[in-house]
């Protein structure tokens, strides 16, 4: 089918290392870390409907649902996990999983800005084109989303448009009903869903906790919670105390004066499958909705949360919780991070020809300094060898990201970024070598700078990018760049979804399906029935489970 048939049009997935979307992100991510306050709408959604939801009340006395984030990216992958969730029926591990009743999205709906044009393409067009109509026959589903950082980028206003606008919103056949960022739902059995919007990591709002406080006057000591966050802070707090302090602060001061117990956090942002547990709660990180994947070779075999190094005074009492599963394994992970060699100038074609240029660059310079005698013509299309150096090193250290001076481990940021700017120095100077001692440079200008723009910029952009990838491979080792090394390569397969049980006996079985391989042949169906996919596998798109069922009660 096509563009004109669909509604939109299909996506290539984003190429993160593409260098305007570098430089356009990273001022983004420096803008919303800078001006975030003024950018945040979440004060504003005081001002509409703030009531919590039921869905408590079922037939059978039973509720499915499915959680799935970090899902608006490539086409393939978005529409593989899509598909799945919008089948009547999954089989997975011997066992029938029915469709979930509710589709919880955990946030990063769409990369890698939020705007109108990027959730149609992205997200919208390819849910409704897995499940365009409300199923025959049965109840309609309902969809609720959580922003992550990519959809807040512009401030919430896509978001809100999209999912919170109007009252008869669908996106396919999910109807919407939230009129917020965040929302709380009574399920079946005692058991309740709280979704938090912590807005890039910040503190909770004012008119969020009162939301909440007031759907908390419903909840009492027999009650059981499943908390939705945007990101998995409990493991991001590892490297950075405090940013589990914000789900801390809630759950003591929300949900623990009425006595319920929180059993599980789930939340997406790392794109992989992971758990820890201790015998009173799950952690659950579950990000696989159709971004590139993330490895787990990094993950911790036990995490501490809260952190005993938070400064807050009056934290909750610091649990051990072990490691269980995480997909792919960390062997796979290390596995698939050797594969950034062969990935990331294929994937990235803009950043080799970015490379490229900064090296041509560089060694004009190199060679007009070392020649000493270079005509005036030449010296035209030379920028200064310090403005060069400076511009290489200033932009590896960024590249490594470091944190802020105070935070554990920033040195070593700082020790990769340095490393890293020096090596391509040391690759420029023996570019410079060899083109000394090539006849090119000796020709009249512009002979020289065509040869360098045509013949040597290719392959040093080329040798410069595997540098670059070496770096990425050895970086990871240390927990720098790990994002980056997975995002250069722009691994679409080892996709992950959670579908939920809760059974008439109260329990919660959580059953974490997996996906190995996407599928990227696609067969449209025009003569299907109203809500049935427009679009089928055109090779095996086979789900499987991660590990056993986990249960709750």
Not at 179 to 193: D, G, H, I, Q
């Amino acid at each position: 089918m096509q563009p004109r048939e669909l509604g939109f049009t299909p996506q290539r997935p984003v190429g993160w290392l593409a260098p305007l979307l570098l430089l356009s992100t990273g001022l983004r991510a420096l803008l919303a870390t800078l001006f975030g306050a003024y950018l945040d709408k979440r004060e504003l959604q005081n001002a509409l409907d703030g009531g919590w939801f039921d869905h408590s009340q079922t037939e059978d006395g039973e509720l499915w649902l499915d959680y799935v984030a970090d899902l608006g990216d490539g086409f393939d992958a978005t529409y593989s996990v899509a598909y799945l969730l919008a089948q009547p029926s999954l089989e997975v591990g011997g066992a029938t999983l029915p469709r979930g009743r509710l589709l919880l999205m955990g946030g990063d709906q769409v990369y890698p800005l939020a705007s109108g044009d990027g959730y149609e393409s992205r997200m919208k067009g390819p849910y409704r084109a897995a499940l365009p109509e409300p199923p025959a026959g049965s109840a309609q589903p309902t969809l609720f989303a959580l922003p992550g950082n990519h959809d807040w980028y512009d401030g919430l206003t896509a978001f809100i448009r999209l999912f919170a606008r109007r009252k008869d919103g669908h996106i396919g056949g999910w109807r919407t009903e939230q009129r917020r960022s965040y929302f709380a739902v009574k399920l079946p059995a005692n058991w309740w869903l709280f979704a938090i919007d912590e807005q890039f990591g910040a503190y909770i709002d004012d008119p969020q906790l009162q939301y909440f406080e007031q759907a908390a006057r419903h909840v009492g000591p027999q009650d059981r919670v499943i908390l939705m966050t945007p990101s998995p802070k409990w493991v991001k707090s590892v490297g950075n105390p405090e940013e589990y302090d914000a789900i801390d602060y809630f759950i003591r001061k929300i949900l623990d004066p009425r006595g319920a117990t929180t059993r599980v956090l789930v939340s997406g942002d790392l794109h992989h499958y992971a758990r820890y547990s201790d015998p009173e709660r799950e952690l659950i990180t579950c990000g696989g909705g159709g971004a590139y994947l993330v490895g787990t070779q990094n993950l911790p075999d036990e995490l501490i949360v809260p952190q005993p190094d938070t400064l807050t005074r009056n934290r909750s009492v610091s649990r051990p919780y072990a490691f269980r599963k995480s997909y792919p394994d960390a062997k796979t992970s290390r596995s698939l991070g050797w594969g950034v060699f062969r990935r990331v100038p294929t994937r990235n074609p803009g950043f080799v020809t970015m490379l490229g240029i900064i090296h041509v660059l560089t060694m004009l310079a190199m060679a007009g300094a070392a020649a000493g005698n270079a005509g005036i013509v030449a010296r035209l299309f030379s920028i200064p060898l310090t403005v060069m150096l400076v511009l290489i090193i200033a932009g590896s250290v960024a590249f490594a990201q470091p944190p802020k001076a105070d935070k554990p481990g920033h040195a070593r940021h700082w020790i990769a970024g340095l490393l890293h700017g020096f090596a391509h120095i040391g690759l420029a100077a023996g570019g410079t070598w060899l083109w000394l001692n090539l006849p090119f440079h000796d020709w009249t200008w512009p002979g020289p700078l065509v040869v360098a723009a045509v013949v040597y910029g290719p392959v040093i952009g080329f040798l410069a990018t595997q540098l670059t990838a070496l770096y990425l491979l050895i970086a990871s080792f240390a927990g720098v760049n790990v994002n980056e090394l997975f995002a250069g390569q722009g691994i679409e397969d080892h996709k992950s979804f959670l579908r939920l049980h809760i059974a008439r006996d109260g329990s919660l079985t959580i059953h974490p399906v997996a996906v190995d391989q996407i599928c990227r042949k696609w067969t449209p169906d025009p003569g299907g029935a109203a809500d049935t996919s427009w679009l089928h596998p055109g090779e095996p798109l086979t789900p499987r489970r991660i590990e056993e069922p986990i249960k709750i009660r």
